[in-house]
């Protein structure tokens, strides 16, 4: 029978599939104008699926999987950092201000390192008790994550669609 606590950490581990997919993907396709990434989301999904399952088995598929959510965070800031090095190699130079990839990584980037260290630290966290936010200290820093997250890809996307407009506007300009 299912409890509301483990029907939630089976919400949740499906939810991890879903960023997984999405965060990868996106990885991939912001690599494409500097490597050939046609594979990699293939190497990603063996990779996360396999982590998942054993985990999955290991804990007989109840509680979240902290390790695979861990070690994808890993992954993911490293994919991130990785971004940062083909961009500072690339020949075309990008005003950063303003480029859409950029901001959308440093969003993850923030995201899944704070993340990261929120989840190694979950013991402690859990047990120091936040008066302004009354709950645990790990809940309000993953609430500030997330703001600051979902600030900085609204920056990015903002930054993405004053592109395509400058980009519409100057073949109509003609």
Known sequence: MLTKS???H????????????????FLSYLYRPHIKTKRWPWYWVALFG???FIEFAYMK????????????????????????????DDT???????????????????????STVNNLLFEQLMDLEEPRFQGSLYYA???MLNIILYSIWSYAFYCRYRERNLIGY?????
């Open 170 to 174: 100057c073949s109509t300009a003609r």
């Open 6 to 8: 483990s029907s939630n």
């Open 50 to 52: 396999s982590a998942f």
């Open 141 to 143: 820093i993953t609430i």
């Open 10 to 25: 089976m919400m949740y581990n499906v939810f991890l599939w879903l960023e997984a997919s999405f965060v990868g993907s």
């Open 61 to 88: 598929g109840e509680g979240f999987m902290h390790r695979t959510t861990t070690g994808m965070s890993v992954i993911f800031v490293i994919g991130c950092v990785y971004y940062f090095w083909l961009i500072w």
């Open 92 to 114: 075309h130079i990008a005003n950063i201000f303003t480029h859409a990839p950029f901001w959308w990584i440093v969003g993850a980037l923030y995201f899944y390192f704070g």
